[in-house]
């Protein structure tokens, strides 16, 4: 497979990671990335299962606009170099065989969505006085009073 191949294949598998944390596909994207680094060593992929959480906690955690965007950038860049690495050192047959379990968890991740019931509105620039947020389901309320 030549380079630019594999840059490609470790590129949509970046993408495909970093689009898919929080959406329904993100169990088995995470589950699936960390067979391909594991390799069949459990600890290995322990190890990536946890490095993914730690993507996902980045994400969540970054708010929109240019936060957000520089995150989702920031993390496809580390993906994609950790999948053009693992790609490099693989034999031709085992490298076409993880391109081909790639480019299935790209397709998931294509298809993914917000977790149903998942609602986001941002007030960012509303006043409220003596107001009050009633709803249910899981809500996060940050307000920024002092900025």
Do not use: C
């Not at 996902?56 to 860049?77: D, K, N, P, S, Y």
């Amino acid at each position: 497979m030549l380079i630019e191949g594999i840059i490609a294949a470790a590129a949509a598998g970046g993408g495909a990671i970093v689009q898919a944390a929080g959406t329904d596909a993100w169990a088995g994207i995470r589950a699936g990335t960390a067979r391909l680094f594991g390799r069949g060593d459990a600890g290995r992929e322990q190890a990536e299962l946890e490095r993914l959480d730690r993507t996902q906690a980045v994400l969540v955690a970054a708010q929109e606009g240019e936060e957000a965007e520089r995150a989702q950038m920031t993390q496809v860049a580390v993906w994609q170099t950790r999948l053009e690495a693992l790609l490099e050192g693989l034999s031709d047959a085992e490298r076409r065989q993880v391109v081909a379990e790639l480019g299935s968890l790209v397709a998931r991740a294509a298809g993914a969505r917000p977790p149903e019931g998942k609602v986001h509105n941002d007030f960012g620039n509303a006043t409220f006085t003596n107001s009050q947020v009633q709803g249910s389901g899981t809500m996060t309320v940050t307000n920024r009073y002092d900025k």
